[in-house]
């Protein structure tokens, strides 16, 4: 069974960083692609970053750019995003996910991010 | 503001059919397939449709997809109370490299 199981959210300052994981499980986690993909309350899924699967290829959305850091650690089968410099309007529900063009599409419950002084 | 276009809302009775559409452009539909996603806040997305009209193991034929040059739509037939979710449309964009999604259409079963 597919398993993205995400952690590390929180309460934060704005200013303030946090370190999201990812572990994933029951698929080639080294052979895909891995995305983080977040969601504000009342509003639509955003994607915030992506990195291929050798760690060669990596963008993030401009609202992020500078501030958060993907990561992964194929070894570990985990995927990772640093966040700094926190800002209110960076409060949501962030996903781990593995969009595609195929059936292959995996994605978390989520962990939920606030920021909030 | 989405860089895919979604109707906020679309209703429909039991039974019925129900379609929404998803504009985009030439560096994203134009260019790459269309995936589209069942959500409720707080849970997972759930794939639905994939590569423009595949469905994914599991997933009734209730659902359907087409594409045409930048746009988009997904079908529900046979509308069922459980299908009141939001519905996104998503796909690569080759001039962002991001995935780009709609803002998603809140579907209501009168």
């Known amino acids: 069974e597919v398993q993205l199981v995400e952690s590390g959210g929180g309460l934060v300052k704005p200013g303030g960083s946090l370190r999201l994981s990812c572990a994933a499980s029951?698929?080639?986690?080294?052979?895909?692609?891995m995305n983080w993909v977040r969601q504000a309350p009342g509003k639509g899924l955003e994607w915030v970053s992506s990195i291929s699967s050798s760690s060669s290829y990596i963008y993030y959305a401009d609202s992020v750019k500078g501030r958060f850091t993907i990561s992964r650690d194929n070894a570990k089968n985990s995927l990772y995003l640093q966040m700094n410099s926190l800002r209110a309007d960076d409060t949501a529900l962030y996903y781990c996910?593995?969009?595609?063009?195929?059936?292959?599409?995996?994605w978390g419950q989520g962990t939920q991010v606030t920021v909030s002084s | 503001q989405s860089v895919l276009t979604q109707p906020p809302s679309a209703s429909g009775t039991p039974g019925q059919r129900v379609t929404i559409s998803c504009s985009g452009s030439s560096s994203n539909i134009g260019s790459n397939t269309v995936n589209w996603y069942h959500h409720l806040p707080g849970t997972a997305p759930k794939l639905l449709i994939y590569s423009n009209h595949l469905r994914p193991s599991g997933v009734p034929d209730r659902f359907s997809g087409s594409k045409s040059g930048t746009s988009a739509s997904l079908a529900i037939s046979g509308l069922q109370s459980e299908d009141e979710a939001d519905y996104y449309c998503?796909?690569?964009?080759?001039?962002?490299?991001?995935?780009?999604f709609g803002g998603g259409t809140k579907l209501t079963v009168l």
């Open positions: 998503a796909a690569w964009d080759d001039s962002l490299n991001a995935w780009v």
């Open positions: 029951g698929f080639p986690f080294s052979s895909y692609s």
């Open positions: 996910a593995s969009p595609s063009g195929g059936s292959a599409d995996y």
